[in-house]
């Protein structure tokens, strides 16, 4: 077994579909020669050619739009957008065809379209290239939203994204493209796509985040012990759909909920679930479910990233307010 | 004077003959030209550089002071002092000849790589450099100097300048050549295949808005040649949307003001919307997060080497304007000098707070805002006095 980065895992995983199904084209702007500009794509172009690994023009409306075509001709369209902030050209692709397509053809049409968006702060960016859009997408029904936390994951969601005949809009955490983890290719993977993670087990609050967070929120939870607590970590992997049975069970056995992301506060996938725990779990909770989450700001310029994202110290201290009831 | 909408019908240039084989965009077709690459005034039939050698100093000295003001950034960037730079290498002519061409009342939209229109429109290159460090986001009010903000979003800002240039018609700017107003939009090779653009052309068309389409064609969209966006010139796309379009040899000071004057005069005189293409290389890696070993080869920019924008300048100078060493000793020396002072004023500026910028979200304040800024600030204070 070798570590790999969360980067080549990906890259691993395309290759891994383009392998195994003809069908799989990749997409996107810059991803041919230079292999992406975060070289997720690396080397695929050499190996498969340039009618299965395409350099588009440079407009994303296009890459979408184009992408639904070649669906409907059977093919599945792996696209690439550069990075978050630039999904928005396409969004009315996304928005009104992609994710309405198989419903109002009456299920007679799929779109097994995977959109890859490279997302999230912390990589000292100028504008849009640090932007967390996951609820713009999570909020339309026909679309499915993921987003890994470590390689392992990154390696196999890729790969059960393509096969999903639903679209799915794939988030890579872009500042942890370069964790490493042990990958094991011939171990399938141990769980389905739309399943949340238990990432560490705990009884005293828990943790609930994905992407770019996990990281974050395993290493709080490492802090926390020296506070004596004990607290479990869930990676919800899927974000549209929620898996609400593994958040329930974790909330209903903690009783406490803290839900981290780097998106705004409201209206994020925080208010998502403090709803819906809310709901569900409301005789088991000792506290409200809290959010630690960006502010309700555009990104700010990068000089005052670590002030606008959660970091340890916000998560401990969310952990705190949670206790505190 | 100007009507209200719509225009005159535009001046249709007449479409090319559809070629059986179409040429390739990178394919060198005609361009105006005036100063050869070995620094040769040529004459064109359509366009004239009428002005004295006083004015070329002046171009020669813009451009240089812009390459070293660009050559400082990089550096700073090299140095961990800002998160990115995107270089104008190469690109000094096509900017400053445009810049040069507008009168004070004229509008500028930029994309990241204008340094040197925002040089002549005399935006401090310091205000250039907070985007880049991360202090603001463009920090500098685009009133001041005619230059509105950088736009990173590909092709966004077309349609803005198009939306400025109606409005400057709908306040009857426009009907005089010289006291008119107009509009430039700044672009790229690649930013020509954006919706937006196509978009932008349009409207320009149909409402005969004074705005001035300036396409830098660098012959690189990152890593994508410019074959990937475009099988015909760029420029001969403006016939199919009903308004002249030119190629101008991009590395030609001397040629990009000539071509881009007549633009804006045509713009504002009510005459509608021209594409300039620039033809010229981007001499440098996209940004300075880029890799271009990793998709193009050195012979090219070898070869572009020798068109080089402020080379042939220099040798026009010297060999028929009878200037001196002294005058371009003085010119590097100045650029030094202005290095340093960015330089200093780059290290100096101060680190932004977040509590600032919970401000500007809306005009006022929300209480959920309001009430996320005190969180915010009573939270920052519970770190102080620890190590
Ligand atoms: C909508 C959008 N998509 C993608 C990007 C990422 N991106 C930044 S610059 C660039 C290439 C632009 O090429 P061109 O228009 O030729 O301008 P140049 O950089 O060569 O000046 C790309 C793809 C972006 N900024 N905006
Ligand atoms: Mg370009």
Same mark, same amino acid.
């Given at each position: 077994?070798?570590k790999i980065?969360?980067?080549?895992?990906?890259?691993a995983g395309?290759?891994?579909?383009?392998?195994?199904?003809?069908k799989v084209?990749?997409?996107?702007?810059?991803?041919?020669?230079?292999g992406?500009?975060?070289?997720?794509?690396?080397?695929?172009q050499?190996d498969?050619?340039?009618?299965?690994?395409?350099?588009?023009?440079?407009?994303?409306?296009?890459?979408?739009?184009?992408a &639904?075509?070649?669906?409907?001709?059977g093919?599945?369209?792996?696209?690439?957008i550069?990075? !978050?902030?630039?999904?928005?050209?396409?969004?009315?692709?996304?928005i009104?065809?992609v994710?309405?397509?198989?419903?109002?053809?009456?299920?007679?049409?799929?779109?097994?379209?995977v959109?890859?968006?490279?997302?999230?702060?912390?990589?000292?960016a100028v504008?849009?290239?640090?932007?967390?859009?996951?609820?713009?997408?999570?909020?339309?029904?026909?679309?499915?939203?993921?987003?890994c936390? !470590?390689?392992v994951d %990154?390696?196999?969601?890729?790969?059960?994204?393509? +096969?999903?005949?639903?679209?799915?809009?794939?988030?890579e955490?872009?500042?942890?493209?370069h964790?490493?983890?042990e990958?094991?290719?011939?171990?399938?993977?141990?769980l389905?796509?739309h399943?949340?993670k238990?990432?560490?087990?705990?009884?005293?609050?828990?943790?609930?985040?994905?992407?770019?967070?996990v990281k974050?929120?395993?290493?709080?939870a490492?802090?926390?012990?020296?506070?004596?607590?004990?607290?479990? &970590?869930?990676?919800?992997?899927?974000?549209?759909?929620? !898996?609400?049975?593994t958040?329930?069970?974790?909330?209903?056995? +903690?009783?406490?909920?803290?839900? &981290?992301?780097? %998106?705004?506060?409201?209206?994020?996938?925080?208010?998502?679930?403090?709803?819906?725990v809310?709901?569900?779990c409301?005789?088991?909770?000792?506290?409200?479910?809290?959010r &630690? +989450?960006?502010?309700?700001?555009p990104?700010?310029?990068?000089?005052?990233?670590d !002030?606008?994202?959660p970091?340890?110290d916000?998560v401990?201290?969310?952990?705190?307010?949670?206790?505190?009831? | 004077?100007?009507?209200?909408?719509?225009g005159?019908?535009?001046?249709?240039?007449a479409?090319?003959?559809?070629?059986?084989?179409p040429?390739?965009?990178s394919?060198e077709?005609?361009?105006?030209?005036?100063l050869?690459?070995?620094? *040769?005034?040529?004459?064109?039939?359509?366009?004239?550089? =009428?002005?004295?050698?006083?004015?070329?100093k002046?171009?020669?000295?813009?451009?240089?002071?812009?390459?070293?003001?660009d050559?400082?950034a990089?550096?700073?960037?090299?140095?961990?002092?800002?998160?990115?730079?995107a270089?104008?290498?190469?690109?000094?002519?096509?900017?400053?000849?445009?810049?040069?061409?507008?009168?004070?009342?004229d509008?500028?939209?930029?994309?990241?790589?204008?340094?040197g229109?925002?040089?002549?429109?005399?935006?401090?290159?310091?205000?250039?450099?907070?985007?880049?460090?991360?202090? =603001?986001q463009g920090?500098?009010?685009?009133? =001041?100097?005619?230059?509105h903000?950088?736009?990173i979003?590909?092709?966004?800002? $077309?349609?803005?300048?198009t939306?400025?240039?109606?409005?400057?018609?709908?306040?009857?700017?426009i009907?005089?050549?010289?006291?008119?107003?107009?509009?430039?939009?700044?672009?790229?090779?690649g930013?020509s295949?954006?919706?937006d653009?196509?978009e932008?052309f349009? #409207?320009?068309?149909?409402?005969?808005?004074?705005?001035?389409?300036?396409?830098?064609?660098?012959q #690189?969209?990152?890593?994508?040649?410019?074959?990937r966006? $475009?099988r015909?010139?760029?420029?001969?796309?403006?016939?199919?949307?009903?308004?002249?379009?030119i190629?101008?040899?991009g590395?030609?000071?001397?040629?990009?003001?000539?071509?881009t004057?007549?633009?804006?005069?045509?713009?504002?005189?009510?005459?509608g919307?021209t594409?300039?293409?620039?033809?010229t290389?981007?001499?440098?890696?996209?940004t300075t997060?880029? @890799?271009? $070993?990793?998709?193009?080869?050195? *012979?090219d920019?070898?070869?572009w080497?020798?068109?080089?924008?402020?080379?042939?300048?220099?040798?026009?100078?010297?060999?028929?304007?009878?200037?001196?060493? @002294?005058?371009? =000793?003085?010119?590097?020396?100045?650029?030094d000098?202005?290095?340093?002072?960015?330089?200093?004023?780059?290290l100096?500026?101060?680190?932004?707070?977040? $509590?600032?910028?919970?401000?500007?979200?809306?005009?006022?304040?929300?209480?959920?805002?309001?009430?996320?800024r005190?969180?915010?600030?009573a939270?920052?204070?519970?770190?102080?006095g620890?190590?």
């Amino acid at each position: 077994m070798t570590k790999i980065t969360l980067g080549k895992a990906i890259n691993a995983g395309l290759r891994a579909a383009m392998e195994k199904d003809p069908k799989v084209i990749v997409m996107g702007e810059d991803i041919g020669k230079l292999g992406g500009v975060f070289r997720v794509t690396e080397g695929l172009q050499k190996d498969f050619g340039e009618d299965r690994v395409i350099d588009t023009p440079l407009a994303e409306s296009g890459i979408i739009g184009t992408a &639904v075509g070649l669906a409907l001709r059977g093919y599945r369209p792996v696209c690439e957008i550069q990075f !978050d902030g630039f999904v928005f050209p396409a969004y009315d692709q996304i928005i009104n065809q992609v994710a309405k397509m198989h419903y109002r053809s009456m299920g007679k049409i799929r779109m097994p379209i995977v959109i890859r968006i490279p997302y999230g702060g912390g990589i000292g960016a100028v504008e849009h290239h640090s932007e967390s859009p996951e609820t713009l997408f999570a909020h339309v029904p026909g679309l499915k939203v993921i987003s890994c936390g !470590d390689p392992v994951d %990154a390696y196999w969601m890729i790969q059960q994204a393509i +096969t999903s005949d639903d679209p799915i809009v794939f988030f890579e955490p872009k500042r942890r493209y370069h964790e490493k983890a042990e990958l094991d290719e011939s171990t399938p993977p141990s769980l389905p796509l739309h399943k949340a993670k238990v990432v560490r087990e705990g009884t005293d609050a828990t943790l609930l985040c994905y992407g770019p967070m996990v990281k974050t929120c395993l290493q709080a939870a490492e802090a926390a012990v020296e506070d004596g607590r004990n607290l479990e &970590v869930v990676d919800l992997r899927t974000i549209a759909p929620f !898996d609400l049975a593994t958040i329930f069970a974790s909330v209903k056995k +903690t009783r406490r909920a803290v839900v &981290v992301h780097e %998106a705004p506060y409201s209206f994020g996938p925080g208010s998502e679930i403090a709803a819906r725990v809310t709901e569900e779990c409301f005789y088991h909770l000792e506290a409200p479910v809290l959010r &630690v +989450t960006g502010y309700d700001t555009p990104y700010p310029p990068s000089r005052m990233e670590d !002030d606008y994202l959660p970091d340890l110290d916000r998560v401990l201290d969310g952990v705190d307010r949670v206790m505190g009831y | 004077m100007s009507e209200s909408v719509p225009g005159p019908a535009p001046e249709v240039f007449a479409p090319h003959e559809a070629p059986v084989s179409p040429p390739q965009a990178s394919e060198e077709v005609e361009f105006v030209q005036l100063l050869t690459p070995e620094g *040769e005034r040529v004459e064109h039939p359509d366009y004239k550089f =009428d002005l004295d050698d006083e004015t070329i100093k002046g171009f020669y000295r813009d451009m240089v002071l812009v390459r070293r003001i660009d050559s400082e950034a990089t550096a700073l960037q090299r140095q961990g002092e800002l998160g990115l730079w995107a270089s104008l290498l190469g690109q000094e002519a096509a900017q400053i000849g445009s810049g040069r061409a507008l009168n004070k009342k004229d509008m500028v939209f930029p994309t990241y790589r204008e340094h040197g229109v925002a040089f002549c429109q005399g935006v401090n290159p310091l205000n250039l450099l907070g985007l880049f460090r991360g202090v =603001d986001q463009g920090a500098w009010d685009p009133k =001041d100097n005619n230059f509105h903000l950088y736009t990173i979003v590909i092709g966004a800002q $077309t349609l803005h300048a198009t939306g400025y240039a109606m409005g400057q018609q709908r306040d009857h700017a426009i009907g005089d050549a010289e006291n008119g107003e107009a509009t430039i939009a700044y672009f790229g090779d690649g930013a020509s295949s954006q919706g937006d653009v196509n978009e932008a052309f349009i #409207w320009a068309s149909v409402f005969n808005a004074p705005v001035v389409f300036f396409c830098q064609n660098n012959q #690189w969209a990152i890593s994508e040649p410019i074959d990937r966006q $475009t099988r015909i010139p760029l420029y001969q796309r403006a016939a199919g949307f009903g308004f002249p379009g030119i190629r101008v040899d991009g590395n030609d000071v001397l040629a990009t003001y000539a071509v881009t004057q007549q633009a804006l005069k045509r713009a504002r005189e009510g005459s509608g919307p021209t594409l300039i293409e620039a033809y010229t290389y981007r001499m440098g890696a996209h940004t300075t997060s880029d @890799d271009p $070993t990793k998709y193009r080869l050195n *012979e090219d920019l070898e070869h572009w080497k020798l068109k080089d924008p402020i080379e042939r300048v220099h040798a026009y100078l010297s060999r028929h304007a009878g200037v001196d060493h @002294d005058f371009f =000793d003085e010119i590097d020396a100045e650029g030094d000098k202005i290095a340093a002072e960015l330089r200093a004023g780059c290290l100096a500026l101060p680190d932004p707070v977040l $509590t600032d910028f919970f401000q500007n979200v809306y005009v006022e304040e929300t209480p959920q805002l309001a009430e996320q800024r005190d969180q915010f600030v009573a939270y920052a204070a519970s770190f102080e006095g620890e190590g």
